[in-house]
């Protein structure tokens, strides 16, 4: 019976030994797949890290990029602006320009209105000292010889413009005899 117990130890010892195998094996292949899963964890991490980075690095340049053009933009605008002012300036002054010249049509048409009626009341009374030089050549007998001396002529022979000095002044509209 020895032989058999010396068996049944073995036996049990060796199933011990299976069961501590089999139970080691399974707690090795847990930590395999658990440092499998923190190795996954550590590269998507570290993916992340290097993305985030590139990220970082990209929008560090866009904000360069855009700070660039925002100075260009301030000076362009500050630019157009001084342009702006300038050509608002220069058109106040041709508005300044156009109202003078306005008045200085104003005033020459209403010169120019004075003259044609100073030159229309001219052309009248050239009008009328025909027509009395005529009445009087008519009245005069057909010899030739004028009826008024002729010392009297060069002192109605006055200027026809009134800015002229002369004694003489027109007939106020009589008939001549």
Do not use: C, Y
Not at 28 to 48: D, F, M, S
Not at 62 to 81: D, M, P, S
Not at 146 to 167: H, I, M, N
Request: proline residues 5%.
């Amino acid at each position: 019976m020895a032989a058999r117990t010396n068996t049944t130890r073995a036996r049990r010892a060796l199933s011990r030994g299976a069961k501590v195998a089999k139970v080691a094996s399974k707690q090795l292949n847990q930590l395999k797949v658990t440092v499998k899963g923190l190795k996954n964890r550590l590269l998507q991490e570290a993916r992340r890290r290097q993305v985030d980075v590139k990220v970082m690095a990209a929008a560090r340049k866009a904000r360069q990029a855009v700070n660039q053009q925002v100075t260009k933009l301030r000076a362009e605008g500050r630019k157009l602006a001084g342009e702006l002012k300038a050509t608002f300036d220069k058109v106040k002054s041709h508005e300044r320009a156009w109202r003078d010249a306005q008045s200085q049509v104003k005033a020459l048409n209403a010169q120019l209105k004075r003259k044609d009626q100073e030159l229309a009341r001219k052309n009248a009374e050239i009008e009328l000292l025909s027509k009395e030089l005529e009445a009087r050549q008519a009245a005069t007998p057909s010899g030739g010889a004028p009826a008024v001396p002729a010392a009297d002529e060069p002192e109605r022979q006055g200027p026809l413009f009134p800015s002229e000095p002369s004694g003489w002044t027109p007939p106020s509209g009589r008939s001549s005899d």
